[in-house]
């Protein structure tokens, strides 16, 4: 379906505030900066992945228009993701010019961690807040295993400089593969004892040709807590178990940070979203696990204005999907989880 196509109410274009037709006030972006990585990560991407030609990706000037349109929408939270963010040349002049949208609050990085050590203070400085870093495990082999190339220490070093420039408190994302790393939450886990981070586990999520190995390998919630508490104790419950984000969060008794759970699959939390995506080429992703999008960089490279892109994302913005449908089989075939940015 296009989303630009069908009739919308007035009033979701003159409003400066986007919300969806069930009422959601959409105010949160995810930006991807490039489709491209520095990682293979086997639940992500295949080994021989091929990338869209950079003309195909929005230029630094195309995705600052793009992000001022949904400055007049209202959007307050930028979270830049990939592909891996940090091989996006001038990553610190785009974090910089977020920095200078009137409305931005906050901006906060998803990233492999691989280039954070030298990164995290200009990035910082730039007004980089916060940063989610992926880690899958702590033992080089299975590490290995998980994301084919990459070293732990060079993730620990950037984890370091991250809050040495304090982008503080750190978040930790854990994709959870059966076979792979499971038997590796436990010393993720621990972490929490010694450290003030938190340290989140993901259940992996079905896309497009990379959805069987997906399916097949998938974690729950349930299964991961319950592997937890068999061998470290009970987790508490926090905040009354009100989603942090997108994460259900827990303590261990005597820890110094949390310990969280993102479970789309198990128990989605659709319901509370407040987020749409920016891809790498330009198009506005609604739903992360539903294929409908609002093609941005054809408007953009025949001179759309901020303005002009603003009313057509409110339009589009309007049809957000409810919510995605894996329990009826429903999955996204045209992008991999890279091409939308998670
Ligand atoms: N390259 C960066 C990184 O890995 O952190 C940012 C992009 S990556 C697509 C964003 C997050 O999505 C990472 O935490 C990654 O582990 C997670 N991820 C990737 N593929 C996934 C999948 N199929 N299901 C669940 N999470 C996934
Ligand atoms: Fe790259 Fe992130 Fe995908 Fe791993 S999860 S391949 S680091 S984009």
């Not at 919300?19 to 295949?46: E, Q, W």
């Not at 702590?138 to 400089?161: F, N, P, Q, S």
């Not at 896309?207 to 991961?224: C, K, L, R, S």
């Not at 913005?317 to 989880?337: F, Q």
């Amino acid at each position: 379906m296009s989303v630009l196509t069908s009739e919308v109410p007035v009033q979701a274009t003159a409003r400066r505030k986007a919300l969806d037709a069930f009422g959601r006030h959409i105010h949160y972006l995810r930006v991807s900066l490039t489709d491209k990585c520095n990682l293979r990560c086997v639940y992500c991407m295949p080994e021989q992945m091929t990338f869209r030609p950079n003309d195909e990706l929005l230029t630094d000037d195309e995705m600052i228009t793009a992000l001022r349109a949904a400055d007049i929408l209202g959007f307050d939270k930028y979270r830049l993701t990939g592909g891996e963010p940090t091989v996006r040349p001038n990553l610190v002049g785009i974090v910089r010019e977020i920095g200078k949208l009137p409305g931005a609050r906050q901006i906060t990085m998803t990233t492999n961690g691989l280039k954070l050590a030298k990164l995290a203070q200009p990035l910082y400085d730039a007004g980089l807040q916060r940063v989610n870093v992926s880690l899958d495990s702590l033992d080089e082999t299975k590490y290995h295993r998980m994301t084919r190339w990459g070293h732990v220490a060079d993730v620990l070093a950037g984890i370091a400089a991250a809050e040495a420039a304090g982008m503080t408190p750190i978040k930790v994302n854990c994709v959870v593969i059966r076979g792979f790393n499971e038997d590796n939450l436990i010393e993720l886990a621990r972490l929490t004892y010694e450290r003030d981070w938190q340290v989140r586990f993901l259940e992996v999520m079905p896309f497009a040709d990379v959805a069987e190995f997906q399916q097949a390998t998938m974690v729950t919630m349930a299964e991961m807590i319950q592997h937890i508490e068999a061998h470290l104790g009970k987790l508490t419950v926090l905040r009354d178990g009100e989603l942090d984000g997108e994460a259900r969060m827990y303590k261990l008794a005597g820890a110094r940070g949390e310990v969280g759970f993102i479970s789309p699959v198990s128990a989605p939390f659709c319901a509370s979203c407040t987020r749409v995506r920016l891809t790498a080429d330009g198009k506005l992703r609604l739903c992360l696990l539903k294929d409908g999008e609002l093609d941005l960089r054809t408007p953009l490279r025949q001179g759309a204005t901020s303005e002009e892109l603003a009313e057509l994302m409110a339009q589009s913005i309007y049809r957000k999907p409810w919510g995605h449908d894996l329990a009826g089989g429903t999955i996204p075939l045209n992008r991999i989880m890279s091409e939308i940015g998670g």
